[in-house]
């Protein structure tokens, strides 16, 4: 494989790896949100905060890997990552907390 096709290849996989890590980060601010109720204001002051942290990620991942080059391709494979991480595991571990929520609840 030609050694600009193998940074692409990289350069994909660490694009859909970011989209996991800004997903699970998210998952904590929602488990913190599950555990300690917020009203709206708290919650989006917390959200607009993510995104910030999301976007200077992004952005850090493209200044480093790709020499600051925006490509879609790039920022699809973040948004796949985030989608893919959201349908597989995020629904199953809440649907799980949820269940120990309830139980938690009952043994008190």
């Given at each position: 494989?030609?050694?600009y096709?193998t ?13 996991f890590?800004?997903?699970a980060?998210y ?12 009203g709206r204001?708290?919650?989006?002051i917390?959200?607009?905060?993510y995104?910030i942290?999301a ?7 493209l200044f ?13 494979c973040?948004?796949f990552g ?7 595991i995020?629904?199953?571990?809440f ?8 139980w ?5």
């Open positions: 494989m030609s050694p096709l940074l692409e290849v990289r350069l994909v996989g660490m694009s859909t790896v970011l989209g890590i800004l997903m980060s998952d904590f601010l929602r488990l913190f949100r599950f555990f300690v109720p917020h204001l708290w919650t989006g917390e959200d607009f905060f995104w942290y976007a200077v990620m992004t952005f850090l991942l480093y890997e790709n020499s600051g080059i925006v490509r879609a391709y790039i920022i699809a973040v948004f985030m989608i893919f991480y959201d349908k597989i995020s629904r199953n571990v649907q799980l907390l949820k269940k120990l929520k309830k938690y609840k009952i043994k008190r």
